[in-house]
Nanobody
Framework: QVQLVESGGGLVQAGGSLRLSCAAS????????MAWFRQAPGKEREFVAA???????YYADSVNGRFRISRDNANNTVYLQMNSLKPEDTAVYYC????????????????????WGQGTQVTVSS
């Protein structure tokens, strides 16, 4: 398993930007399929974005065109660049990883991932 630590959350006004970081340790993140999920109060954890080890990316419809997931293999870090933030983006954001093979369907489900970070709060004010 890989250990994950998120950072970069905070309070931002609507229309602003944030960049979340997920530092991986234990094993190199380049061989892992990585993802970001988020959970708002009273709601289930939902898929945000994923980056497969082969380089393909996936996004939830609600963030497509505004968020971008990327990876820095040299630093074992995965990023989530969030632009044009909206109040409905407010949530705790979690980084997740799996070394198992994934496809375009299971890459979006929480059950796919066996390593999770502790989460970082993102609050977008209107």
């Amino acid at each position: 398993q890989v250990q994950l630590v998120e950072s970069g959350g905070g309070l931002v006004q609507a229309g602003g930007s944030l960049r979340l970081s997920c530092a991986a340790s234990g094993r190199t993140s380049s061989s892992y399929n990585m993802a970001w999920f988020r959970q708002a109060p009273g709601k289930e954890r939902e898929f945000v974005a994923a980056l497969r080890s082969v380089g393909r990316t996936y996004y939830a419809d609600s963030v497509n065109g505004r968020f971008r997931i990327s990876r820095d293999n040299a630093n074992n870090t995965v990023y989530l660049q969030m632009n044009s933030l909206k109040p409905e983006d407010t949530a705790v954001y979690y980084c997740a990883a799996t070394g198992a093979p994934v496809n375009s369907i299971v890459v979006r489900t929480t059950q796919t991932y066996n390593s999770w970070g502790q989460g970082t709060q993102v609050t977008v004010s209107s």
